[in-house]
């Protein structure tokens, strides 16, 4: 069983190469296109998306105690995942926005504030389809939040490590990944489009369509085109269809002269 079943596979792998041999023209016709559009969406209609980010640490008052710097050290971690909060929330963006003059809060959604494990480093990350105003709207948030988190959160020990810098090289879209996404899509489309193209193609075309319904070939004929029907010819040589043309006065004459005599 499990031979017949391994016999079975590689039948059906033979018959998807010999479909797609079949079918190459077409699933190459699918990748070109969708590529094309790929291409199109990405040059000339995907907006480009910039990145600027800034680092700030916020401490809490130092202790001469080693017991309880260490707990000051815990205290830090856990108010940096409180400020990640704070940093992105209206209180600090709608002043960023009104600061910068900035037409919408659209890019509240753009600003992203974290930490990583067990570290007091905080990375303000902003994205803006303008890379010099997401440099402006990083640093903003940054200064706006440093002088009002006294306020917030009762600290007053906030350092900015570094400025943000524009960076003009897009995080997106990039080229390169989307032609080879789109090129994976278009042969992915065409192979499929090929499959079912194959499916549903209930002609016979050659022996094997014949033999593959497990049925026996018994004779070949030669192809015939219609006109081979049309113009057939009689035993004469005469056309069929043509009509012969009436006998002459003298041909009529020299008849009649034979059957006297």
Known sequence: EEMQETQEQTIDLRGIFKIIRKRLGLILFSALIVTILGGIYTFFIASPVYTASTQLVVKLP???????????????????????????????????????????????????AANQTNSQVITLTVKYSNPYVAQKIADETAKIFSSDAAKLLNVTNVNILSKAKAQTTPISPKPKLYLAISVIAGLVLGLAIALLKELFDNKINKEEDIEALG???????????????????????????????????????????????
């Open 215 to 261: 049925l026996t070939v018994l004779g070949v004929t030669t192809y015939a085109q219609m006109s081979d029907f049309n113009n057939n010819t009689n035993k004469n040589g005469t056309q069929s269809g043509t009509k012969s043309s009436p006998p002459s006065d003298h041909e009529v004459n020299r008849s009649s002269k034979r059957n006297k005599r």
């Open 62 to 112: 130092n202790s001469d105690n080693s017991a309880a710097y260490a707990g000051q050290v815990t205290g830090n971690i856990q108010m940096a995942n409180t400020i990640n909060q704070v940093i992105v929330s209206p209180v600090i963006l709608d002043k960023v926005q009104s600061n910068l003059n900035l037409t919408d809060d659209a890019f509240q959604k753009q600003v992203t």
